[in-house]
């Protein structure tokens, strides 16, 4: 994951889909905005950089959040402020101290419908603009403090073989549209259940992926012709 997600749906169109996996009390409809909505890090101590309507179960009630994207971070007088001495926008590594009690016990799901990823060729940096016509559902952890503040980082996984031509280094981790799966996914249920740690372990595409080259991810101006990404048979 290279750091950029964005969200632009009509808000029918979200209200159905969440129906349909599941997850319709998480949303409060009136408050949700349908504009187009792009997600970076909180690099350079950027607080108010947040993943919007994160969804997360609070003491066993579904509900959305606006999160800083940047995990490592510390609430002083109300506000939260950001560590960038680790880069944690990101969590890979997840038996690392950083993650263990975030994939444990504080599971979310990042709501978008693209992203952006990144490879370098001879020294040359390729950006591309990674699109669903369905929502993508991406799998993050996150920390709760004082005063309704919060902070998240978006999960990812080891290179997936058919996406590694866009970026081999990781692959963020997606989730299936399965309410099922997404209310375990939310649960306070260990991560070491059968159904949690074969998705850690075998990453998928679960959506059809439209990619393109692109010079700048905001602008989505593309560079090359488009790319499909049929969804891996095992998740179809």
């Not at 905005?33 to 792009?38: G, I, M, S, W």
């Not at 947040?50 to 506000?79: F, P, R």
């Not at 075998?202 to 059809?208: A, K, L």
Request: aromatic share 12%.
């Amino acid at each position: 994951m290279c750091g950029y997600a964005r969200r632009h749906i009509r808000l029918a169109d979200l209200e159905e889909f969440v129906k349909l996996i599941g997850l319709l009390g998480a949303y409060q409809f009136d408050l949700f905005d349908e504009a187009l909505l792009h997600f970076r890090p909180a690099f350079g101590g950027a607080a108010h950089q947040q993943i919007k309507d994160l969804i997360i179960n609070d003491e066993g009630k579904l509900k959305t959040v606006d999160a800083t994207w940047w995990y490592q971070c510390e609430e002083q007088d109300g506000k939260l402020i950001v560590d960038n001495k680790l880069t944690t926008f990101n969590a890979r590594n997840l038996t690392s101290r950083y993650w263990k009690s975030g994939i444990r016990h504080h599971r979310a799901i990042v709501l978008a419908t693209a992203i952006g990823e990144g490879k370098e060729v001879d020294k040359k940096k390729h950006s591309y603009f990674v699109e669903s016509d369905t929502p993508l559902l991406i799998g993050a952890v996150y920390r709760k403090f004082e005063n309704n503040l919060y902070s998240t980082a978006i999960i990812t996984r080891d290179e997936h073989p058919r996406f590694s031509e866009f970026h081999d280094k990781a692959f963020p981790l997606f989730l299936p549209p399965d309410p099922e799966f997404l209310q375990l996914w939310l649960s306070d249920g260990p991560e070491t259940h059968p159904a949690i740690a074969h998705l850690l372990e075998n990453p998928s595409i679960f959506n059809t992926l439209k990619v393109t080259e692109v010079k700048t991810f905001k602008d989505a101006v593309a560079k090359g012709e488009t790319i499909t990404l049929a969804p891996d048979e095992q998740a179809a």
